[in-house]
């Protein structure tokens, strides 16, 4: 893909290579549904080789540089809406592309996929919340494996470590110009995306290099979204998304491991560097990690992400399992502050009528995969409080807290949400927990502090949950500099 974002009615690239000797693409709008729009003209196939890994090894491709890939070009109908799109790629002549089958819901994932975003020429007028799709996080974990064909190409699988110089940022490099198909569109967004289109909410969508490249983009806008797996994050993402809040605006996240690591777009922004502490080979290029966002420099970048989530993966973890993501414990978020308008309609219960406290999304898997918390402490009435200790905002308020017992210690030796945090910080800030919160700073902040809430939420499987994603959209999808 040229770039993972289109205005309608403005050309798309695809970069493609392929033996057969044509091809077509089929476009998806995911809704409530997958819904099959057009098919393109024949395409004359290319065949390219993927660029060799500069450590050499068999089958393994570069991460790290554009695959130069042939392109194609098709444009945008102007009146496509805004919304994530998917490419299916169907090879052959036109009998063969006859007889294949349209996708259905089940068939988002798999190669021969890409997906992309449609923005709308005149931003806002759909709607004033904005979905941001989690586009670095998506490269950093892109295998460009193919069917059959595991080339373990990634941020951590066989990376590529560049020490700087003459211009060059020392880190990882990635590259966003390299195959791979799709993944965590379907398990996370496309669940979530039918949802919220089913209950009516009015969504424009972007990327995260929409995010870093255009300082207005947020403007528009009185809600924003992350969703799912959004760890990692720009400087300048950063930054806009802080303002925006400052200005009134308001950001529900409804994701986990979020803006963990700094990334550094660099190519004309298609790729990015990250000093992050992947090994390579069987060694650590260079400790500590400087692109961390919450140590002090010079060990980390300094700007702890709960200053603007509330919550820090420092604090959470995750759980092991052969199959990812996962089984885990399904005792859900116990509910504090019952009264707060976040639980209304919920029927949910804090115990202060003398009574045991509820949990919200129990016999769910609603925490975890990986979690984030924040510091916490428990007051003498036995209601976990921020400490402020990690860089949580003093208006932080804990709704609901799941104590992590066990955390899963056999991936990087996990601690503390991730394996260096010992290292670094000789005792934690405060119990291991998933945390779900909010805090006002100009405008408010939700944080689920899972990854999974979009997929309880977008296959309804606990109502509690829907009824809150409901309260926080509809509270916050409108400017208020009130308190939460």
């Keep these: 893909m040229g770039r993972e974002s289109v205005t309608a009615g403005e050309a798309l690239t695809l970069h493609v290579s392929t033996d057969a000797d044509e091809f077509r693409v089929r476009f998806y709008r995911l809704g409530d549904g997958l819904s099959f729009l057009l098919e393109s003209e024949p395409f004359r196939g290319v065949l390219k080789s993927p660029p060799p890994h500069p450590d050499g090894g068999d089958g393994l491709a570069s991460p790290a540089v554009d695959w130069d890939l042939e392109p194609y070009s098709f444009r945008i109908p102007g009146d496509w809406q805004p919304g994530v799109y998917l490419a299916h790629l169907v090879a052959g002549d036109e009998r063969t592309a006859a007889a294949a089958p349209l996708l259905d819901d089940s068939g988002i994932e798999g190669f021969e996929r890409e ?9 806002g007028r759909h709607g004033r919340i904005l979905y941001k799709k989690s586009t670095f996080t998506r490269h950093a974990y892109n295998r460009s494996d193919n069917e059959g064909l595991p080339r373990a190409s990634s941020l951590y699988d066989n990376p590529v470590y560049q020490e700087g110089g003459d211009g060059e940022r020392r880190g990882h490099k990635l590259s966003l110009h390299r195959p791979g198909g799709v993944i965590d569109l379907a398990y996370w967004d496309a669940p979530f995306i039918a949802w919220l289109e089913r209950s009516g909410y009015a969504v424009e969508y972007c990327t995260d290099l929409d995010l870093h490249e255009d300082p207005e983009l947020l403007a528009p806008y009185d809600l924003l979204l992350s969703v799912g797996h959004d760890e990692y994050w720009s400087q300048a993402m950063r930054d806009q998304v802080a303002a925006h809040v400052r200005g009134g605006g308001n950001v529900a996240f409804f994701s986990a491991n979020t803006c963990w690591w700094r990334v550094h777009p660099t190519d004309g922004n298609t790729a990015f560097v990250s000093d992050t502490d992947h090994r390579v080979g069987d060694a650590f290029p260079h400790l500590p990690a400087t692109d961390l966002w919450w140590p002090a420099p010079p060990d980390g970048v300094g700007a702890p992400e709960n200053a603007l989530t509330g919550v820090s993966f420092r604090n959470g973890g995750m759980w092991a399992s052969d199959e990812w993501p996962g089984d885990r414990p399904r005792a859900g978020y116990t509910v504090q502050h019952a009264d707060h308008w976040v639980f209304e309609g919920t029927g949910l219960r804090d115990g202060s009528d003398g009574g045991e406290p509820d949990a919200l999304g129990a016999g769910s898997a609603l925490i975890g995969y990986e979690c984030d918390g924040a510091a916490f402490a428990y007051d003498e009435n036995g209601t976990a409080r921020a400490t402020g200790r990690d860089g949580t905002p003093a208006s932080f308020l804990i709704l609901g807290v799941y104590v992590l017992d066990p955390v899963h210690e056999s991936f990087h030796d996990l601690k503390w949400g991730h394996w260096n945090c010992p290292e670094r910080e000789p005792s934690a800030t405060g119990p291991r927990a998933a945390t779900m919160g909010i805090h006002t700073a100009g405008g408010t902040v939700f944080t689920g502090g899972t990854t ?33």
């Design 452 to 484: 999974d809430w979009p997929v309880v939420c977008g296959r309804e499987q606990d109502a509690g949950v829907v009824r809150v994603t409901r309260n926080v959209l509809d509270r916050l999808s409108h400017r208020t500099t009130a308190a939460g």
């Design 115 to 123: 997906f992309f975003v449609v923005r709308p020429r005149d931003p």
